[in-house]
């Protein structure tokens, strides 16, 4: 059972950059899955969530616009397409799994680093 994120990198402001995570071990499409990040210093928030069956979303208030969160349930997998890319999103980005949105998350992938600078 685990989580594995792909994507990440050094980017300049403005660019963007598309995390992807492959999931294993469990029913995926049963499992609402969520991106987080933590920037140094600064506790973990969550960036966006989709919901298992439906694909509802949501999203940090803040990156709603630029960031989107989708998922494929025939490959296992999440995905967080991120644009216009600031400083400010530079962190750890990991995915996890959740029952819900609104619950949570009991697993967690190693994350990848994502780094926004001029």
């Known amino acids: 059972v685990q989580l594995v994120e792909s994507g990440g990198g050094t980017v300049q402001p403005g660019e963007s950059l598309r995390l992807s995570c492959a999931a294993s071990?469990?029913?995926?499409?049963?499992?609402?899955m969520s991106w987080f990040r933590q920037a140094p210093g600064k506790e973990r928030e969550l960036v966006a969530c989709?919901?298992?069956?439906?694909?509802?979303?949501k999203y940090k208030e803040s990156n709603k616009g630029r960031f989107i969160i989708s998922r494929d349930n025939s490959r296992d997998m999440v995905f967080l397409q991120m644009n216009n890319l600031i400083t400010e999103d530079t962190a750890q980005y990991s995915c996890?799994?959740?029952?819900?949105?609104?619950?949570?998350?009991?697993?967690w992938g190693r994350g990848t680093q994502v780094t926004v600078s001029s």
């Open positions: 996890a799994r959740g029952r819900t949105c609104s619950q949570d998350p009991d697993l």
């Open positions: 071990g469990f029913t995926f499409k049963t499992y609402a």
């Open positions: 989709i919901s298992s069956h439906y694909g509802n979303t």
